[in-house]
């Protein structure tokens, strides 16, 4: 990393310091213990000390210290899966000491409850969160050997779920996917995680291994009121291991169809004191990808191309570390940092991407303490030797003379983007935290925080408008967040949440949350919510300057809006800056743990999409004869391309268009049939309830693709778990069905038919301590809906794929997630796994 990077690191490292000494020094804490009937420890049983946000995950040793407590008397909780809930009151905290609390807990079939973070930013009951959430603990992401946790996805109630490579998955939730989506937010231990030079999720770049996540949560639905921009559909939430509280080795490796190898592997250790913790963390990873031979549109004479120049090999190799110091009175300070380099194939909405040494790496440096959050950190991306497998297959017949790596640099779009971010957060309760004689307003918890964000991209001056300026792209924006929750009568509580945004490329944006929720008793809530959150326009439809991306065919990025002129100089159209795309959710939904063997999520919503962001469209065309019109920046006057002396351009731009609604239901439930037999399910139903586009004009092409539903209407999931089908052996299958949809994405146009899926597993407890043998088999019964067709002979490019209706079933069958990209069959991976 650069000398400027790390000196920012140690000024953000002492003003942490500054923040955290005070802070850790003014409460007491509580530790103890939590064990079975037969006094053996319970390892991730949850420790809650009720009416505040405080609590703590017990070990190995089924120790538990949770920090940050402040003086008074209160009633600690304590609930692990398969135990009954234990409740301990009168527990007294004094400044600066430790309480002290044990726990046995009896046996039950299950305790379904457990807690999240994501949906409020702070440690809550499931039950109790304002939103659709699900959370997928150590255990899951373990068992989801071979293609790291994506896998384990595939379960989670609400989210559309794309396998588009062996490797490779894609995301969505509540409709309008696209082929270059970022409707989901991704988190990663705090961080933004995002690509700034195009405003996609991190993904599979992650520089943390799956042996070093804790959980994975996915809150389904308008985020932006806590996390700000591009949480329009969602948030992704990765949690990386704590050094000291999971310490040891671990480590996973794994093989399986199509070449497919991973090693990863993970040690953790804290010094004697329990002061200082360290981990690393790495992985190894590569596969032989599945082969397809999209067609692109002809250059000159030559006929619809076939895709050329594709490497299917795909590998990763990631690593990730962090040094922790914990506090002796709580809180702790961690710097932590890792990086990944990646090589594969990527999905555009014109395209293909080769993916040639793409690396990100993250470094960061935080305190969190149970009142107070700070943190610091950047992100690089760097796109390496990348390049368009659409524009290589079209130069190639261009220029055929010149060498395949001329050619390879003629179509690629480098880039590097850091995103530089900070953020301060803190929480409290208002009154007496729940002890005895407390008013309603004792119990009001309050989270606030402040977030700052710079982003710094280049395109090496190119492709961006760095060509044009000569310097990086700079855009930063502010933002500030608060939510609180109070008790009302009758068991009802009311949330509410507003966070404001200021950007320098659009206007600000407001984005409230509000909720009702009513527990009539412990782990039933009803509740009714309110969101209304904004995808913000990328880089790329504000920055994009591209004269002769083709011959008289250029792009440009809408920052500033645009004048379209005819010959004699009048203005005939104008076009405003580009603005983000909101959201306004309200919901209906229901949670609720019955007679501890059932546990139900149901949530019914109408959304509301107004000022969708176009795909490219074009705006002007100098090539027209006496109808021939050019297009200027509403801010400076000037022809585009004319800074450059390009010559006049067929102008392509983004804009804001269209307005829709839709409505739909998410469910899940699971039922333990015995302590050992678990039956779950999801159901996702959607529907399109309006769409308005204009009728006329030259936006009718661009909101039929901007307002694409480009989602399954209907899909869902049944899956039975069993944790001992004999003797230390346990097993499981998955049955998913999705139906078929028309997608709408750039040059991916076409019927995508529907399938149904049967997925296997089987674990089994190996004679060494800790290891364990796992088998995992995707895609090993198949069902298809339809047929999709490439484009016949002669046809320009790949939008004209046709659907044919026509059921067929068998093993080994094959099917398609995505236009496009390949067909994908049965997928065998088996590993053994050491450590937790």
């Known amino acids: ?156 109630k609400g989210l559309d779920f794309l396998q588009v490579g062996i490797t490779a998955v894609a995301v969505n939730a509540r409709g309008f996917n696209s082929s270059f989506n970022n409707r989901m937010l991704q988190m990663e231990d705090g961080r933004i995680g995002v690509l700034p030079e195009n405003g996609l999720p991190v993904g599979g770049f992650s520089p943390i291994p799956k042996v070093d996540l804790g959980a994975v949560e996915v809150l389904v639905g308008p985020g932006s009121a806590l996390y700000g921009p591009d949480a329009s559909n969602g948030v992704i939430t990765l949690q990386a291991k704590d050094a000291k509280q999971h310490q040891g080795f671990s480590g996973e490796f794994s093989t399986g169809s199509r070449s497919f190898v991973d090693l990863q592997a993970r040690y953790a250790r804290a010094t004697r004191s329990g002061k200082w913790a360290y981990k690393i963390s790495g992985e190894i990873q590569s596969a032989e990808d599945y082969h397809s031979s999209p067609v692109y549109p002809a250059v000159g004479t030559s006929g619809p191309l076939t895709e050329k120049g594709t490497d299917y090999r795909t590998d990763v190799k990631r690593g990730y570390g962090a040094v922790t110091y914990h506090f002796a009175q709580g809180g702790r300070l961690e710097v932590a940092g890792g990086a990944s380099v990646s090589n594969g194939i990527g999905q555009t909405n014109v395209g293909r991407n080769q993916l040639v040494d793409w690396g990100y790496r993250v470094g960061q440096v935080k305190f969190t303490s149970p009142r107070w959050f700070a943190q610091a950190y950047q992100s690089q991306s760097l796109s390496g030797g990348t390049y368009q497998l659409n524009g290589y297959t079209q130069n190639r017949v261009r220029y055929p003379t010149i060498s395949d790596d001329s050619v390879k640099r003629l179509s690629d779009f480098p880039a590097k983007g850091i995103l530089n971010a900070a953020e301060v957060q803190n929480n409290f309760s208002i009154g007496m935290l729940g002890k005895t004689g407390a008013s309603a307003i004792d119990n009001t918890h309050v989270i606030w925080g402040i977030q700052y964000r710079n982003d710094n991209v280049t395109s090496k001056r190119q492709w961006l408008s760095d060509r044009l300026t000569g310097e990086n792209i700079t855009a930063s924006q502010l933002g500030g967040y608060l939510q609180f929750e109070a008790p009302l009568p009758g068991d009802v509580r009311l949330v509410g949440a507003g966070r404001y945004d200021k950007h320098e490329n659009y206007d600000p944006q407001f984005s409230p949350k509000a909720a009702l929720l009513w527990t009539p008793v412990q782990d039933q809530t009803v509740r009714v919510t309110y969101n209304r959150a904004f995808k913000s326009p990328t880089l790329l439809q504000t ?35 580009i603005q983000p795309e909101t959201n306004t959710t309200y919901e209906l939904g229901y949670k609720g743990v019955v007679k501890d063997r059932l546990y139900i999520d149901i949530a019914a919503y109408k959304a509301t999409y107004d000022n969708f962001l176009s795909p490219l469209i074009i705006i002007a065309n100098p090539l027209l004869g006496a109808a021939a019109t050019n297009a200027y920046n509403a801010a400076t006057g000037k022809m585009v391309g004319s800074e450059v002396n390009a010559g006049p351009q067929v102008a392509l731009t983004y804009v804001n268009v269209g307005k829709a609604k839709i409505s739909g239901v998410d469910a899940g439930a699971r039922l333990y049939i015995t302590p050992q037999l678990t039956l779950s399910s999801n159901i996702s139903i959607l529907k399109v309830d309006t769409i308005e586009t204009p009728s006329s004009g030259s936006l009718v092409t661009a909101a039929t693709e901007a307002t694409a539903f480009n989602s399954p209407t209907l899909k869902w999931t049944v899956g039975l778990d069993d944790a001992q089908l004999v003797g230390h052996v346990s097993g499981g299958l998955m049955l998913r069905t999705v139906n078929e949809y028309f997608f709408r994405s750039g040059v991916n146009v076409g019927r995508l038919p529907g399938f149904t899926t049967l997925d296997l597993n089987v674990g089994a407890d190996l004679p060494w301590q800790g290891t364990r043998l796992m088998v995992r088999v995707q895609n090993l019964y198949t069902c298809t809906t339809g047929t999709t067709t490439p484009p016949a ?36 991976f088996a590993g053994v796994r050491y450590g937790k």
């Open 543 to 577: 920055n994009f300057y591209f004269p002769n991306f083709s011959p008289f065919v250029g792009i440009f990025g809408n920052k500033d809006g645009f004048q379209v002129k005819n010959a004699a100089g009048a203005v005939v159209a104008a076009y405003d800056p």
């Open 793 to 828: 002979a002669g046809v320009s490019g790949t939008r004209t794929a046709t659907f044919g209706k026509e059921r067929a079933c068998g093993f080994g069958r094959q099917h398609q997630e995505m236009l496009n990209m390949p067909l994908i069959g049965p997928m065998v």
């Open 1 to 156: 990393m650069s000398n400027t990077f790390l000196s920012s690191m140690r000024r953000a490292t002492v003003l942490l310091l500054a923040v955290a000494l005070p802070a850790a020094s003014q409460s007491g804490r509580i530790t103890g213990r939590v064990t079975d009937a037969a006094n053996q420890p319970l390892v991730s049983a949850q420790v809650l000390v009720v009416g505040t946000a405080l609590g703590a995950e017990t070990n190995a040793d089924g120790k538990f210290t949770v920090t940050g407590v402040a003086a008074g008397t209160y009633a600690v909780r304590a609930q692990h899966i398969g135990h009954k809930v234990a409740l301990k009151s009168g527990v007294t905290v004094a400044a600066g000491q430790a309480a002290t609390v044990e726990f046995q807990l009896d046996a039950t079939p299950v305790t379904l409850g457990g807690v999240v973070i994501s949906a409020s930013r702070r440690v809550e009951k499931i039950t109790d969160a304002p939103a659709t959430v699900s959370r997928l603990d150590a255990l899951a992401l373990a068992n989801s050997i071979g293609n790291g946790f994506a896998p384990a996805l595939k379960e989670v």
